[in-house]
């Protein structure tokens, strides 16, 4: 019983690990390699937050059986993307593309962090001149001597 | 008035929490549509059964409607009644577009409600569909004379998105 159980589980984890079905494989292994890089580049838009490689949606399926289709006709991995952008917009790309209207999203916190740093670094420097600047009064200098004379002693 | 740059992180915190507060009530199942004002893929389908297919070309020179539907999609029910009376109220064609159905599937579904549709194309491998960029049923487009698309609707018709969005823009693009 346990067996049977434990192959049922196996058999499962198997299916989700894995949305492409055996069918769907090109027989040429480094075209497949490619198909299945390109999947995982690609947005699934029903699902939204899987690439098109792990989603089991039927939409999902229908893209790369076209991402195979495409790259037998002789497209490159460019061009695959190119045709999927053109129908479903920048958004079908998990990785958004650097350009003007997403430099927020790439420079963003990057700009942010040099701002942060740049006024604290001001600060710092600012704190350190007004501390630096305070010099002791020739009474007090005597004094800070003696008290520390007077630590000295009590410790030998 | 220098001690006021140091409310310049609590304004942006503010700003930013707003920005994602508004964002929150935004549908995230509505896509931006890349194929707005683009011109219309080219497609020939056959139709259902023996009746006569659809072919892009010949809506050259006329605003149409198309309809992306199923019979196997429930919003498609939701949405039927109000496609029976849309062509006659926004005096315009509605074509359809069987998305990835089975011709006897279909026939069924329209029978059974009622076929609003001027003609009807079967994209049996919804391959059509993938050059309109769709990724659900039902959605529809406005296709205007020049034969571009100039607007995509997600999800099922409601008489408000007639009245707001249908309406006014197909009255525009026919007069222009």
């Known amino acids: 019983m346990r067996v049977i159980i434990l192959a049922a589980m196996l058999a499962l984890a198997a299916t989700a690990a894995l949305a492409v079905d055996p069918g769907e494989r090109l027989a040429d292994p480094s075209l497949e390699a490619r198909a299945r890089t390109l999947s995982g580049e690609l947005r699934c838009l029903v699902c939204q937050n899987q690439s098109i490689d792990d989603s089991n949606a039927d939409l999902a399926h229908d893209l790369r059986v076209l991402i195979r289709e495409r790259l037998t006709a002789g497209d490159s991995d460019p061009q695959v993307l190119q045709f999927m952008v053109r129908r479903y917009g920048d958004f079908i790309l998990l990785r958004p593309p650097v350009q003007a209207d997403t430099y927020v999203l790439w420079f963003g916190p990057f700009a942010l962090f040099l701002i942060g740093g740049a006024g604290l670094f001001y600060q710092l420097r600012k704190r350190r001149r007004s501390v630096s600047e305070t010099e002791l009064t020739p009474e007090a200098e005597q004094r800070a001597t003696a008290l520390l004379n007077d630590d000295k002693d009590n410790q030998e | ?176």
């Open chain 2, 1 to 176: 008035m220098r001690r006021l740059i140091y409310l310049l992180p609590a304004v942006a915190f503010v700003a930013l929490a707003a920005y994602f507060f508004v964002s929150l009530t935004r549908d995230p199942s509505v896509l931006p549509s890349a194929m707005i004002n683009q011109p219309t893929p080219a497609f020939a389908l056959a139709g259902l059964g023996d009746q006569p297919g659809l072919v892009r070309d010949e809506f050259a020179g006329q605003v149409v409607l198309i309809n992306f539907f199923a019979s196997w999609c429930i919003p498609c029910r939701t949405e039927h009644p109000l496609l029976m009376n849309l062509s006659r109220e926004l005096s315009v064609p509605l074509y359809g577009i069987d998305y990835k159905d089975k011709p006897e599937d279909a026939a069924r579904f329209l029978g059974e409600l009622g076929d609003p549709y001027r003609r009807i194309g079967a994209d049996r491998e919804g391959r059509v569909g993938i050059d309109f960029g769709v990724y659900g049923v039902p959605e529809t487009y406005v296709i205007d004379k020049t034969g571009r698309i100039r607007l995509r609707h997600v999800g099922p018709l409601t008489p408000a998105d007639v009245a707001r969005e249908l309406a006014p823009l197909v009255k525009a693009l026919q007069r222009s």
